[in-house]
Protein backbone atom coordinates (compact mmCIF):
# COMPACT_ATOMS: atom_id res chain seq x y z
CA UNK A 1 0.00 0.00 0.00
CA UNK A 2 1.13 3.64 -0.79
CA UNK A 3 2.47 5.35 1.86
CA UNK A 4 -0.09 8.24 0.96
CA UNK A 5 -2.82 5.82 1.40
CA UNK A 6 -1.68 4.62 4.99
CA UNK A 7 -1.60 8.14 5.82
CA UNK A 8 -5.48 8.63 4.79
CA UNK A 9 -6.61 6.06 6.46
CA UNK A 10 -4.61 6.95 10.06
CA UNK A 11 -5.77 10.62 9.81
CA UNK A 12 -9.29 10.76 11.41
CA UNK A 13 -10.81 13.25 13.46
CA UNK A 14 -9.26 13.69 16.88
CA UNK A 15 -11.39 14.96 19.96
CA UNK A 16 -9.51 14.56 22.85
CA UNK A 17 -5.89 16.26 22.69
CA UNK A 18 -2.92 15.82 25.39
CA UNK A 19 -1.49 18.56 27.57
CA UNK A 20 1.42 18.46 24.82
CA UNK A 21 2.00 21.82 22.80
CA UNK A 22 2.14 22.12 19.17
CA UNK A 23 5.90 23.11 17.65
CA UNK A 24 5.55 26.26 15.84
CA UNK A 25 7.65 24.69 13.16
CA UNK A 26 4.80 21.96 12.60
CA UNK A 27 2.02 24.35 12.38
CA UNK A 28 4.29 26.13 9.78
CA UNK A 29 4.04 22.90 7.93
CA UNK A 30 0.47 22.57 7.59
CA UNK A 31 0.11 25.71 6.21
CA UNK A 32 2.75 24.71 3.76
CA UNK A 33 0.81 21.81 2.61
CA UNK A 34 -2.28 24.36 2.86
CA UNK A 35 -0.48 26.51 0.88
CA UNK A 36 0.69 23.86 -1.98
CA UNK A 37 -3.05 22.44 -2.50
CA UNK A 38 -3.68 22.94 -6.07
CA UNK A 39 -6.94 25.34 -6.80
CA UNK A 40 -9.49 25.62 -10.08
CA UNK A 41 -7.08 28.30 -11.97
CA UNK A 42 -4.59 28.25 -9.60
CA UNK A 43 -7.23 31.04 -7.99
CA UNK A 44 -5.87 30.18 -4.37
CA UNK A 45 -8.84 31.62 -2.89
CA UNK A 46 -7.30 31.30 0.55
CA UNK A 47 -5.41 32.71 3.32
CA UNK A 48 -4.69 31.07 6.78
CA UNK A 49 -4.40 31.76 10.03
CA UNK A 50 -2.69 29.72 12.93
CA UNK A 51 -3.87 30.60 16.16
CA UNK A 52 -0.86 29.11 18.74
CA UNK A 53 -0.86 31.67 21.83
CA UNK A 54 -2.79 29.71 24.52
CA UNK A 55 -4.75 32.62 25.08
CA UNK A 56 -6.39 32.94 22.20
CA UNK A 57 -6.34 28.88 21.26
CA UNK A 58 -8.75 28.90 24.59
CA UNK A 59 -11.13 31.68 23.23
CA UNK A 60 -11.52 30.09 19.81
CA UNK A 61 -12.38 27.11 21.81
CA UNK A 62 -14.91 28.82 23.42
CA UNK A 63 -16.51 30.20 19.97
CA UNK A 64 -16.49 26.52 18.93
CA UNK A 65 -18.69 25.20 21.95
CA UNK A 66 -21.85 25.97 20.35
CA UNK A 67 -25.32 24.28 20.98
CA UNK A 68 -23.90 22.06 23.17
CA UNK A 69 -21.74 20.77 20.89
CA UNK A 70 -17.28 20.36 21.06
CA UNK A 71 -16.91 19.92 24.18
CA UNK A 72 -13.64 18.37 23.68
CA UNK A 73 -12.78 21.55 21.92
CA UNK A 74 -11.13 23.04 25.15
CA UNK A 75 -8.62 20.26 24.99
CA UNK A 76 -7.14 22.00 21.87
CA UNK A 77 -3.70 23.04 21.86
CA UNK A 78 -3.40 25.27 17.93
CA UNK A 79 -6.24 26.37 15.18
CA UNK A 80 -5.63 26.77 11.91
CA UNK A 81 -8.54 28.96 9.95
CA UNK A 82 -8.74 28.78 6.42
CA UNK A 83 -10.26 32.00 4.91
CA UNK A 84 -11.85 32.17 1.62
CA UNK A 85 -10.16 35.14 -0.72
CA UNK A 86 -11.12 36.54 -4.02
CA UNK A 87 -10.59 34.14 -6.61
CA UNK A 88 -8.96 35.25 -9.61
CA UNK A 89 -10.37 33.07 -12.57
CA UNK A 90 -9.23 33.24 -16.38
CA UNK A 91 -11.67 35.57 -18.18
CA UNK A 92 -12.91 32.51 -20.42
CA UNK A 93 -14.06 30.77 -17.47
CA UNK A 94 -15.05 33.72 -14.83
CA UNK A 95 -17.47 35.11 -17.93
CA UNK A 96 -19.32 31.54 -17.57
CA UNK A 97 -19.37 31.48 -13.64
CA UNK A 98 -19.48 33.26 -10.57
CA UNK A 99 -15.97 34.36 -9.63
CA UNK A 100 -16.11 32.01 -6.47
CA UNK A 101 -17.87 29.32 -7.90
CA UNK A 102 -15.07 27.16 -7.54
CA UNK A 103 -13.82 28.23 -3.89
CA UNK A 104 -15.37 26.43 -1.80
CA UNK A 105 -14.03 22.61 -3.94
CA UNK A 106 -10.63 24.37 -3.60
CA UNK A 107 -11.17 25.73 0.10
CA UNK A 108 -12.29 21.86 1.05
CA UNK A 109 -9.02 20.75 -0.64
CA UNK A 110 -6.66 22.95 1.44
CA UNK A 111 -8.60 21.90 4.66
CA UNK A 112 -7.52 18.31 3.45
CA UNK A 113 -4.03 19.10 3.01
CA UNK A 114 -3.58 20.79 6.25
CA UNK A 115 -5.17 17.88 8.29
CA UNK A 116 -2.70 15.02 6.21
CA UNK A 117 -0.14 16.96 7.18
CA UNK A 118 -1.22 16.98 10.34
CA UNK A 119 -1.12 13.58 10.58
CA UNK A 120 2.09 13.43 8.95
CA UNK A 121 3.38 15.28 11.71
CA UNK A 122 1.95 13.25 14.25
CA UNK A 123 -0.55 15.91 15.54
CA UNK A 124 -4.58 14.99 15.84
CA UNK A 125 -6.84 17.46 13.73
CA UNK A 126 -10.38 17.92 13.93
CA UNK A 127 -12.28 20.58 11.33
CA UNK A 128 -15.24 21.94 13.24
CA UNK A 129 -18.36 22.95 11.80
CA UNK A 130 -20.37 25.11 14.74
CA UNK A 131 -18.60 28.10 16.12
CA UNK A 132 -19.26 31.43 16.42
CA UNK A 133 -18.14 33.39 13.29
CA UNK A 134 -18.28 37.02 14.45
CA UNK A 135 -16.59 36.45 17.64
CA UNK A 136 -14.00 34.71 15.82
CA UNK A 137 -13.37 37.69 13.82
CA UNK A 138 -13.42 39.96 16.42
CA UNK A 139 -10.78 38.01 18.35
CA UNK A 140 -8.35 37.98 15.27
CA UNK A 141 -9.33 41.03 13.69
CA UNK A 142 -10.37 39.11 10.55
CA UNK A 143 -13.34 41.25 8.40
CA UNK A 144 -16.58 40.28 9.17
CA UNK A 145 -17.42 39.82 6.47
CA UNK A 146 -14.98 37.35 5.43
CA UNK A 147 -16.12 34.30 4.85
CA UNK A 148 -14.66 30.54 6.24
CA UNK A 149 -13.13 28.34 4.95
CA UNK A 150 -12.64 25.85 7.91
CA UNK A 151 -11.97 26.10 11.39
CA UNK A 152 -9.25 23.41 12.52
CA UNK A 153 -8.57 22.57 15.87
CA UNK A 154 -5.32 20.79 16.42
CA UNK A 155 -3.12 18.85 18.81
CA UNK A 156 -1.31 15.65 20.19
CA UNK A 157 -4.30 13.42 20.58
CA UNK A 158 -4.19 11.97 23.94
CA UNK A 159 -4.61 8.05 22.55
CA UNK A 160 -2.89 6.63 19.66
CA UNK A 161 -6.29 4.00 18.65
CA UNK A 162 -6.87 4.74 15.32
CA UNK A 163 -10.62 3.89 14.91
CA UNK A 164 -11.55 1.60 12.03
CA UNK A 165 -13.30 4.28 9.30
CA UNK A 166 -17.09 4.31 9.10
CA UNK A 167 -17.33 4.48 5.49
CA UNK A 168 -19.63 3.85 2.44
CA UNK A 169 -18.33 0.50 0.86
CA UNK A 170 -16.06 0.99 -2.40
CA UNK A 171 -18.50 -1.16 -4.30
CA UNK A 172 -21.58 1.29 -3.19
CA UNK A 173 -19.80 4.17 -4.43
CA UNK A 174 -17.74 3.19 -7.89
CA UNK A 175 -18.41 2.34 -11.20
CA UNK A 176 -15.53 1.17 -13.63
CA UNK A 177 -16.21 1.69 -17.26
C1 LIG B 1 -16.78 20.60 7.32
C2 LIG B 1 -16.65 19.65 8.50
C3 LIG B 1 -17.21 20.00 9.71
C4 LIG B 1 -17.06 19.16 10.81
N1 LIG B 1 -17.56 19.56 12.03
C5 LIG B 1 -17.32 18.81 13.11
C6 LIG B 1 -17.71 19.28 14.40
O1 LIG B 1 -18.25 20.37 14.56
N2 LIG B 1 -17.44 18.48 15.47
C7 LIG B 1 -16.83 17.27 15.33
O2 LIG B 1 -16.61 16.61 16.35
N3 LIG B 1 -16.44 16.81 14.13
C8 LIG B 1 -16.65 17.53 13.02
N4 LIG B 1 -16.23 17.10 11.78
C9 LIG B 1 -15.54 15.82 11.66
C10 LIG B 1 -16.42 14.76 10.98
O3 LIG B 1 -17.43 14.35 11.88
C11 LIG B 1 -15.52 13.59 10.56
O4 LIG B 1 -14.62 14.02 9.58
C12 LIG B 1 -16.31 12.41 10.00
O5 LIG B 1 -17.18 11.86 10.96
C13 LIG B 1 -15.36 11.31 9.52
O6 LIG B 1 -14.55 10.85 10.58
P1 LIG B 1 -12.96 10.94 10.52
O7 LIG B 1 -12.58 12.37 10.25
O8 LIG B 1 -12.51 10.48 11.89
O9 LIG B 1 -12.46 10.03 9.43
C14 LIG B 1 -16.37 17.92 10.67
C15 LIG B 1 -15.83 17.58 9.44
C16 LIG B 1 -15.94 18.43 8.36
C17 LIG B 1 -15.28 18.04 7.05
Known amino acids: MSDFLELCKQRQSCRSFSEQPVEHDKLVQCVEAGRLTHSACNAQPWSFVAVESQDVVSQIAECGRQLNQNAWL???KAFIIILEEHAVLSPVISCFLDSQYYAKGDLGAASAYVCLEAAAQGLGSCIIGIYDRKKICELLN???????GAVIALGYPSNDT?????????????RFV
Open 74 to 76: GTA
Open 142 to 148: IPEEKQF
Open 162 to 174: VRPKKRKAFEDIV
